[in-house]
């Protein structure tokens, strides 16, 4: 069972990110300026620390959420999308006038006594 996964059309984009930058790492933004929104970097672009946790591998693209947004969302599986729109921030897909966003669900039992032991 897997807490995220991507849609076809963000998949398109993310290989094109990656294409073109090289090893990536999505992060889900906690707010402030940018919203709560899935944000994409260059490896080592984002400063990651034992309060990251990696919620799932995307294509070979790690997604990480820090903890304490993490208590809030560990009940939902996440999908990363895309859409039309400038976002407020200096994630990746921003120059091409795309933006990624999340899709959330709450988890079935199964899925929460399976993820959230």
């Not at 998949?11 to 990110?17: F, V, W």
């Not at 946790?53 to 990363?80: C, E, P, R, S």
């Not at 895309?82 to 990746?92: K, M, P």
Request: aromatic content about 8%; charged content about 25%; glycine content about 8%.
């Amino acid at each position: 069972m897997e807490r995220i996964a991507i849609t076809e059309e963000a998949t398109k984009i993310l290989e094109q990110l990656k294409t073109k930058h090289g090893d990536l790492i999505f992060h889900q933004s906690g707010g402030c300026c940018d919203g709560s929104a899935p944000m994409l970097f260059e490896k080592g672009d984002m400063y990651l620390d034992e309060s990251d946790i990696l919620l799932g591998t995307l294509n070979g693209v790690n997604f990480y959420m820090n903890q304490d947004q993490f208590a809030y969302w560990k009940h939902t599986h996440l999908t990363v999308d895309i859409t039309e729109g400038r976002g407020a921030s200096f994630s990746l897909e921003i120059p091409l006038g795309l933006r990624f966003l999340i899709h959330s669900r709450l988890l079935t039992e199964e899925e929460n006594t399976a993820l959230n032991k």
